[in-house]
């Protein structure tokens, strides 16, 4: 168990429709990243915050939104669905940033299928 | 930004013998250099890390070595048990993001 959760588990939803992700990062991690990963994509990095502010962000869709609150768990929005955001996403986390070469951990992921 | 490529995509070796899996960066600034494992339905679990002022680094049956002027690092496991059967994946870290390979399927055959 890496001290990262996610919810929910699995999920199913209708092209069009909005879903919620929600990470709890370990205890005491100020920094949470977001990874989609599908089958002919891998891992692709969406969004970096720390310490609720936004530090990096990747190849976010602009459908996709995040943030990081104040108890520092993190939401993932993603609206409009399409097909093609079925995938698995990943929430992270680490004590600082990767620029210090914080290990990542890494929770189960949340899978969504958009039909 | 960051591209890693990781080489090869499968690799299926005799339970007893070695894996070697091998990545390259672009980015010369990249400092930071993880190897994850992710086995069926689970997420990404480090394994290895290895930083830019390091050239080599080694945990039981697993080692990493990094060349920095070549732009490439590459992951060794000895003695494969068919539990190191998994996706394992290497990673390049540049400023705040973590960019990963496209992963590296490993069987293990008993």
């Known amino acids: 168990d890496s001290g990262v959760t996610q919810t929910p588990k699995h999920l199913i939803t209708a092209t069009g429709q909005r879903v919620t992700l929600r990470c709890s990062p370990r205890s005491g991690d100020l920094s949470v990243y977001w990874y989609q990963q599908s089958l002919d994509q891998g891992l692709q990095f969406l969004i970096q915050?720390?310490?609720?502010?936004?530090?990096a962000k990747g190849n976010i869709l602009e459908r996709f939104s995040a943030q990081q609150f104040p108890d520092l768990h993190s939401e993932l929005n993603l609206s409009s669905l399409e097909l093609g955001d079925s995938a698995l996403y990943f929430c992270?986390?680490?004590?600082?940033?990767?620029?210090?070469?914080?290990?990542?951990?890494f929770g189960e992921g949340s899978w969504l299928t958009v039909v | 930004g960051e591209n890693v490529e990781q080489h090869p995509s499968t690799l299926s070796v005799q339970e007893g013998d070695s894996a070697v899996i091998k990545c390259t960066y672009s980015d010369s600034a990249s400092n930071y250099f993880p190897w994850y494992k992710q086995e069926l339905g689970k997420g990404p679990q480090l394994i290895i890390d290895i930083r830019s002022n390091v050239g080599e680094k080694k945990d039981q049956r697993i080692a990493v070595t990094l060349n920095k002027t070549a732009k490439h690092f590459s992951l060794h496991i000895t003695e494969t048990q068919p539990e190191d059967s998994a996706v394992y994946f290497c990673a390049a870290s540049l400023e705040y993001k973590l960019s990963f390979g496209a992963g590296t399927t490993v069987t293990v055959r008993a």
């Open positions: 992270a986390s680490s004590a600082a940033g990767v620029y210090s070469g914080n290990t990542i951990y």
């Open positions: 915050y720390y310490n609720g502010e936004e530090r």
